[in-house]
């Protein structure tokens, strides 16, 4: 089994930045994609970032600019590094993990961790 634990949330003001982290543990041979998800009260979940085992990324337009994924595959930890804070970036940040392999002959299956909340608030 594979657990995804995430860190870093928290209260922060507008224009403030916050950094979160995701590591991935249990038997893991390899990780395709990781990604941060988030949903804001009333919304529905939105992509923010994804990033490949290749270093490829791709971004939310609300967060391009302001946002940068980076990962540690040696660690299986993805980072998400947030500057400019809105508010509107107020929501619960949960991680993802596609197609990962517990052997090289394995099937991959996807992961979620369980989020941590945001507040961009005065």
């Known amino acids: 089994q594979v657990q995804l634990v995430e860190s870093g949330g928290g209260l922060v003001q507008p224009g403030g930045s916050l950094r979160l982290s995701c590591a991935a543990s249990g038997r893991i041979f390899s990780i395709n994609a990781m990604g941060w998800y988030r949903q804001a009260p009333g919304k529905e979940r939105e992509l923010v970032a994804v990033?490949?085992?290749?270093?490829?990324?791709n971004y939310a337009d609300s967060v391009k600019g302001r946002f940068a994924i980076t990962r540690d595959n040696a660690e299986n930890t993805v980072y998400l590094q947030m500057n400019s804070l809105k508010p509107e970036d107020t929501a619960v940040y949960s991680c993802?993990?596609?197609?990962?392999?517990?052997?090289?002959?394995?099937?991959?299956?996807?992961?979620w961790g369980k989020g941590t909340l945001v507040t961009v608030s005065s």
């Open positions: 993802y993990a596609a197609s990962v392999k517990s052997t090289r002959y394995t099937n991959g299956k996807d992961y």
């Open positions: 990033i490949t085992s290749g270093g490829s990324t």
